[in-house]
């Protein structure tokens, strides 16, 4: 079974741009959530996708926005970059909501490391 | 709201000694998971171990036992026998009604030879 996988690895943007980061889930998860991750920081819970819903967002300015589509896979977008958005942006998949349970581990992908200057 | 606090940023053992890596968290839901990944510098994250709200024991997985204390609310990580692949970053997290899932800051754990 492939595990969650998220394109691309690496990006360099200019403040100001925007940029659009792709999750694939592994097959039969429904739930994805995404996690900017800085140094000091933790992973910071930004948003949650659930059947093509988001279900839960974290404490992030409207420039961070997301999607999932009708396959489970899910996009996220950063619009007018800033030079703090730098991180690690990393995507998780489990079967929270589909019956399994509070135990259900999440699976996270390799993340995308954007850097902005 | 779920809130998850890890006060070590940096922790150091010796090679073959046990380490507890301290969670606290807060919640008014009764029912909740716990959990703890770890994280090595690949940057890749590796779930541990996992211990639910009504779960009368400490859960424990090989090397790994999590102290859960719930009047405390506090889910400490405890790894026995340090190995030099231990170092790495650890974080708690947990999981509640809203079936998303919350992290802490996280811990660097180095293992000394």
């Known amino acids: 079974k492939a595990g969650v996988t998220q394109t691309p690895r690496y990006l360099i943007k200019t403040r100001g741009q925007q940029v659009t980061l792709s999750c694939s889930p592994i097959s039969g998860h429904r739930s994805v959530s995404w996690y900017q991750q800085t140094p000091g920081q933790g992973l910071q819970f930004l948003f949650e996708y659930f059947s093509e819903t988001q279900r839960n967002k974290g404490n992030f300015p409207g420039r961070f926005s997301g999607r999932q589509f009708s396959n489970s896979r899910s996009e996220m977008n950063v619009s007018t970059l800033e030079l703090g958005d730098s991180a690690l942006y990393l995507c998780a998949s489990s079967l929270a909501g589909q019956g399994s349970g509070l135990n259900t581990e999440a699976f996270f992908g390799q993340g995308t490391r954007l850097t902005v200057v | 709201a779920q809130k998850i606090t890890q006060t070590q940023p940096g922790m150091f053992v010796q090679e073959k000694e046990a380490v507890t890596l301290d969670c606290t968290y807060d919640t008014s839901d009764p029912s909740y998971g716990l959990f703890w990944y770890k994280q090595p510098s690949s940057g890749e994250m590796i779930f541990l171990i996992y211990q639910g709200s009504y779960d009368q024991q400490n859960a424990t997985e090989g090397r790994y036992s999590l102290n859960f204390q719930k009047a405390r609310k506090s889910a400490n990580l405890v790894i026995s026998a340090s190995q030099l692949g231990d170092s790495a970053m650890y974080f708690c997290?947990?999981?509640?009604?809203?079936?998303?899932?919350?992290f802490g800051a996280g811990t660097r754990l180095t293992v000394k030879p």
């Open positions: 997290a947990m999981r509640a009604h809203s079936n998303d899932m919350r």
